[in-house]
Every structure is written in structure tokens, then in C-alpha cells.
């Protein structure tokens, strides 16, 4: 956190990188709580037989795993986040 800087080049104020730390906080707890919904969703999904409306819902998991898009489980904000705060 102590590489951010102002758009005037000075580091951030102790009080804004505090805030922002927690902010961080709350979204890497927040996307460790959708993961975790996720994970039981899959479970449970895997469990019913594939007819009616989870048939679509794992060929659309599917898809997305193939696509390699990370936006079912909220991974792409924690990434952008992840990568400000080193």
C-alpha cells in the first residue's frame, strides 16, 4: 500500500491508505464468501440430475469455466484490487 501516491506524486495520507486497506479487506472477505456460495451451488448442482433448469445453469458453468472468465465468482475486482495493493 505504501507505493499508491496522489496524482501530485505525494504517498497517500495515513487515514485514505487505512481506509483503503479495510476496503480491501471487506472485498477479500466479501469474494471468499461468494466462493464459498459458489463451491455449495457446484455441490449441489452436481448432485441433481442434469435435467430442466440445471442442465442450463452447468452448461452456462461450463462455458464459463472454458472461457476462462472469472465473473461468476467476483474474481476479476479481487484480481484488479490484488494488483493495485502490491
Known sequence: MQRV?????MPLPPNVSAKLQRDMAR??????????????RQKR???QPETGSHAMVQLLARVDRAA?????TGAAPYDLWCSLAS
Open 27 to 40: 472485498l477479500r472477505f466479501a469474494v471468499s464468501q461468494i466462493r464459498e456460495i459458489e463451491e455449495a
Open 5 to 9: 501516491y496522489t496524482t501530485e506524486g
Open 68 to 72: 476462462g472468465t472469472p465473473l461468476s
Open 45 to 47: 448442482l452436481e448432485q
